[in-house]
């Protein structure tokens, strides 16, 4: 019987824990992004104030916030009571976060999440990267090989 109990108390948590949260952002992730691509984000809130909202990231050379939205009021319909899009750009191929923070009336921070970006090449750059790769060893060999050769023809002459 104290097992059921514990289940149904843990249970009751989580309920309540879903019920204080207070906002989201959609999507919650931006996952394997090409680079050189632009994408919105948006974020819903059930606060009873926001005035301003801010997003950062933590490398600028992987990601760069390129606009934050105006804070909306929700329609008496919905069930949330702002919203807001904010648009990211994949610069470079990497992992960064973006951290989100809505303020209230006073200044005061009333609700942060960090979503999780990650940017990969796209394949004509990736392509691209391997030719100019290749090419840059082969010059190399082909220097080295000439310089072993410009070496024994000058150690034969003296």
Same mark, same amino acid.
């Given at each position: ?5 514990? +289940? ?5 948590? %989580?309920?309540? /824990?879903?019920?204080?949260?207070? =906002?989201?952002?959609?999507?919650? #992730? @931006? ?36 606009? +934050? ?5 929700? %329609?008496?319909? /919905?069930?949330?009571?702002?919203? =807001?899009?904010?648009?990211?750009? #994949? @610069? ?67």
């Amino acid at each position: 019987a104290a097992l059921t109990a514990q +289940v149904f108390d843990q249970e009751a948590e %989580a309920k309540e /824990d879903e019920r204080r949260e207070t =906002g989201v952002v959609e999507p919650t #992730a @931006l996952m394997q992004v090409m680079e050189g691509t632009q994408h919105t984000l948006t974020w819903y809130s059930s606060l009873p104030s926001v005035a301003n909202v801010t997003a950062t990231v933590e490398d600028e050379v992987v990601a760069a916030v390129v606009e +934050v939205g105006e804070v909306l009021p929700g %329609a008496p319909t /919905d069930n949330f009571t702002y919203y =807001g899009n904010i648009t990211i750009s #994949a @610069l470079f191929i990497g992992y960064n976060k973006l951290h989100l923070s809505l303020y209230d009336d006073r200044h005061l921070v009333v609700w942060e999440r960090a979503v999780d970006i990650s940017v990969v090449l796209s394949y004509q750059h990736l392509a691209d990267l391997f030719t100019l790769l290749v090419g840059i060893l082969i010059i190399v060999f082909y220097i080295n090989m000439g310089a072993t050769i410009n070496l024994e023809v000058v150690k034969n002459i003296i």
